[in-house]
C-alpha cells in the first residue's frame, strides 16, 4: 500500500492483544481485503500521524475489544471516533463487558476462533464486511455460473472453502496443480509443508525434483509468503531466492519454482 488512505479496514486494539490483531490481519487479508494495524509504520511518516490518517481514511474500524482492551483508553479513543464516523465494527475475543457507551452495538463474538475451535472467521463478520465493502475484487472474479439446474434457472456457485490455486507444470511436461484450502492453512500456525511424499507434507508434489520437505507455505503479517524447508533443488519466487531468513511474499501472477517445477498463483477462490 502506498499510504494509510488505501486500506479498507482499520484494527484497532490493545498492544496486550497483539499477535491475536496480527492472526486477525492475516485472515482479512487472505479474504482479498487491505488491512491497516499500527504495526505497519510507513517511512518517513510519525506513529501518530499515520495512525490519524488510517483511522479517518478507513471504510471500517474493526474495535477488537477483550478485558485488556476496554482498559484501554486508545482502543475507547479509537473506537468512539469510528462510531461517530459510521465506521464502527466491533468485535471481542473474550468475556469482557464493553464500554457503557458502545454496549448497544452488535458484536460479532470470536472466542471460537480465538481458542482456536473454529479456525474460521464467522459468518456474521465476514457478512458484516461484505455488507459495507462489497465482496473484494478477488472474490468477484472467482464467482462463476453454476450449471443450468433442471428447471432451467442459472445460478451462481460459489466456493464454500475459501482457497488459493497453484497450477503450472514440470520441465519434462507434467502438469500439477495445489488447491490451498485457506481454512487449513489457517489452522497450522506453523504453515503448510509442500513436499514430495506424504505424511512429510501437507500439500504433495510427486516429482523427483522436489524434496520429500521442500517448502513451507505461510500467512504472515497480512500476507502469504513461501519460503524453502531445506531443499535439496531450492525454493524460488519470480527467479528470487526464498529462505526462512528471506521469506518471498506472494499474489495472484507470482511464479513459484519447486525443482523442475513452476507454479503460478492464479486465484483465490471464495
Known amino acids: 500500500m502506498s499510504d494509510a488512505a488505501d486500506y479498507d479496514i482499520f484494527i484497532s486494539y490493545t498492544h496486550d492483544d497483539a499477535e491475536v490483531a496480527k492472526r486477525l490481519t492475516d485472515q482479512l487479508v487472505g479474504h482479498g481485503w487491505s488491512v491497516f494495524w499500527d504495526r505497519i509504520l510507513l517511512p518517513g511518516a510519525t506513529w501518530r500521524t499515520q495512525i490519524q490518517t488510517a483511522l479517518s481514511a478507513a471504510k471500517v474500524v474493526v474495535v477488537m475489544w477483550s478485558n485488556k482492551a476496554v482498559g484501554s483508553r486508545w482502543v475507547e479513543i479509537e473506537a468512539d471516533f469510528a462510531f461517530q464516523r459510521d465506521a464502527y465494527l466491533p468485535v471481542k475475543i473474550d468475556g469482557c463487558s464493553l464500554p457503557l ?3 448497544h452495538v452488535q458484536v460479532a463474538d470470536l472466542r471460537p476462533w480465538h481458542a482456536g475451535t473454529d479456525p474460521m472467521l464467522p459468518d456474521v ?8 465493502l462489497g465482496i473484494p475484487a478477488a472474490a468477484r472474479q472467482s464467482i462463476a455460473p453454476a450449471p443450468t439446474g433442471p428447471t432451467g434457472t442459472d445460478a451462481t456457485a460459489i466456493n464454500p ?5 497453484l497450477r503450472g507444470s514440470a520441465y519434462s511436461g507434467e502438469n500439477y496443480e495445489l488447491t490451498v484450502s485457506l481454512r487449513q492453512l489457517y489452522s497450522k500456525h506453523d504453515g503448510l509443508v509442500i513436499g514430495r511424499t506424504s505424511p512429510q507434507s501437507d500439500l504433495t508434489l510427486a516429482h523427483p525434483s522436489v524434496s520429500r520437505r521442500h517448502a513451507v507455505l505461510l500467512a504472515a503479517d497480512g ?22 531468513a528471506r521469506p518471498a ?3 495472484r ?9 513452476d507454479l503460478v498463483v492464479e486465484s483465490i477462490a471464495y
Do not use: C, F, M, W
Not at 463478520?125 to 459495507?132: E, F, G, N, P, W
Not at 501472477?253 to 517445477?261: E, K
Open 249 to 251: 511474499a506472494l499474489a
Open 223 to 244: 500476507r502469504l509468503v513461501i519460503y524453502d524447508a531445506g531443499s535439496t533443488n531450492g525454493t524460488y519466487v519470480n527467479d528470487q531466492e526464498a529462505t526462512r
Open 253 to 261: 501472477g507470482s511464479t513459484i519454482r519447486l525443482g523442475d517445477i
Open 101 to 103: 457507551g458502545l454496549s
Open 161 to 165: 472453502d475459501p482457497a488459493i490455486l
Open 125 to 132: 463478520l465476514l457478512a458484516a464486511l461484505k455488507h459495507r
